[in-house]
């Protein structure tokens, strides 16, 4: 479906930027001239008043960020365009950052409530079919697995993240049409919802009748960090596969956790530092071509952005489960993962990647989606809403979402002793073929360092790679 008219995207053509004005608590919120502002150039000016916005927050001038909250509430919406619903996500997180700061005031407008198993299966499942992500996941796992397992009469499959069906009936149906004939599937699920896993169970059982396939479904009802490898029940003659689909940066928060209440310095702020102002070229570019250049470089890296420190050496939580997982022996681990690092130490690192992360994917919901479409708002809201939040917001263990890029987890994979096995070229031509059969323009996928990364355009999103234990010498 074409652009809607009127849309801001980070594909839209060049602009010519504007005179900015400075966020001053004197100023008062120039609001006449914000409405007048044309679709692109309002893109444009949002980009640099959330990025104002955070660095104040982060500064904990508090004034200065309420004050520019005011003024890009004048501007976001989650029901505009792409760059109007970012920024009504991004200023939610950061408000809600700001009101943890006053935690009585934070709770009582936040109370917990007990979130229904039913809405968080309907927007993972939104996810899976308003984009292809998952299911070039799927597509790519299965056939490493099916090359993988040729011959072998006893398989054992472990999924990390045991929640779609369509991946393991897709599968089932693949090897009931092996020439030497379907082995015994066995599938361990691990998922933290009962019900999920019932209904996992029950779809697979039901298939695998059909297709008079050997099978067995062995559920585990468990978060990730507190699963007990004991009861994944490996046992002697069997080929073991592992998938994890967006699962193991979860493991990140626990390390991150036990690195501040270890570190001297563990109890300072890591966002209380004064940032270098953005500062705004005059040259015309694409808003895309922004967030890329100016956006990503206007603020100085972390240590934990050059691959070597909290999330590598320093992890012995997820190089402890790693190592674990090392130890049951896999013929293959096919990991899935976000092509982004939103694990930074300072709030503008994970603010300008997670602009950039973002933007993407409410284009490409932009690009196939009608803007009125309830689905659409719900996946958006329910499921990047509150991740875009995480992100911003929280810290410690409560900061879940701690997306790195693959360049990172090949370091850190091969730190656990596992060796990279480099995915087939028959897996990449499946994949571009589903893009084409079910006409998924603006997709691509790339070849990285013997693993596949999924882009919209030219921006990489997602990275798919293929492991084995290496026996040491």
């Given amino acids: 479906m074409a652009q809607e008219e009127g849309s801001s995207s980070v594909t839209s053509p060049p602009l010519q930027f504007l005179p900015w004005m400075p966020l001053s608590p004197g100023m008062g919120s120039p609001y006449p001239w914000l409405r007048e502002l044309k679709s692109e150039d309002r893109g444009l000016c949002l ?64 109370p917990k409530q007990a979130s229904l198993i039913s809405e968080e299966i309907l927007v993972q499942r939104l996810f899976f079919e308003l984009f292809p992500f998952l299911k070039l996941s799927y597509v790519i796992t299965n056939q490493a697995i099916i090359e993988a397992m040729e011959g072998e009469r006893m398989v054992h499959i472990i999924d990390l993240n ?13 090897l009931s049409a092996r020439p030497e004939g379907p082995p015994h599937l066995r ?40 699963l007990d490898l004991e009861s994944l029940r490996v046992k002697t003659g069997e080929a073991l596969a592992i998938s994890s689909v967006l699962q193991l940066h979860t493991l990140l928060a626990m390390d991150d956790e036990m690195h501040r209440r270890n570190s001297p310095s563990g109890s300072k702020n890591p966002n209380s530092n004064h940032f270098q102002r953005v500062q705004i070229n005059q040259n015309r570019r694409t808003l895309g071509d922004w967030l890329e250049r100016d956006v990503v470089n206007a603020y100085s890296s972390s240590p934990d952005s050059a691959l070597s420190p909290l999330s590598l050496a320093a ?47 409410f284009d490409c919901l932009e690009s196939t989606v009608s803007r009125v479409s309830l689905e659409r708002h719900k996946v958006e809201k329910m499921l990047f809403g509150e ?8 810290e410690g263990t409560d900061r879940k ?48 360092n013997g693993c596949l990364v999924i882009c919209w355009q030219d ?11 290496r026996r040491y010498d």
């Fill in 387 to 394: 991740e875009i939040k995480n992100i911003i917001a929280c």
């Fill in 315 to 361: 992890s012995p939580k997820m190089g402890s489960f790693l190592n674990a997982l090392r130890g049951l022996s896999p013929k293959l681990m096919v990991i899935t993962e976000q092509e982004s690092n939103h694990n930074g130490f300072t709030l503008m690192e994970r603010v300008t990647e997670a602009l950039n992360f973002y933007a993407a994917l």
């Fill in 187 to 226: 599938i361990t699920g691990i998922h933290e919802q009962k019900e999920v896993l019932e209904q996992m169970a029950l779809r697979l059982t039901e298939e695998a009748e059909k297709l008079d396939i050997s099978f067995q479904f062995n559920p585990i009802v468990s978060k990730l960090e507190n």
């Fill in 47 to 110: 980009i640099h008043l959330l990025l104002a916005c955070a660095n104040h927050v982060a500064a904990g001038s508090i004034e200065s960020a309420n004050i520019g909250l005011e003024q890009i509430s004048h501007l976001a919406s989650p029901d505009g365009d792409t760059m109007q619903r970012i920024a009504a996500y991004f200023t939610a997180g950061l408000a809600d950052r700001i009101l943890k700061g006053w935690p009585g005031l934070h709770r009582a407008l936040n």
């Fill in 459 to 469: 921006r990489p999103l997602f990275s798919v790679s293929a492991w084995k234990f």
């Fill in 162 to 174: 045991s929640s779609e069906p369509a991946q393991w009936i897709n599968l089932l149906q693949t």
């Fill in 401 to 448: 979402e701690r997306h790195e890029k693959l360049e990172k987890w090949i370091l850190r994979l091969e730190l656990a002793g596992f060796g990279i096995i480099p995915l087939s070229y028959h897996g990449r031509l499946q994949a571009n073929r589903f893009l084409q059969s079910y006409g998924y323009d603006g997709y691509k996928i790339k070849e990285e």
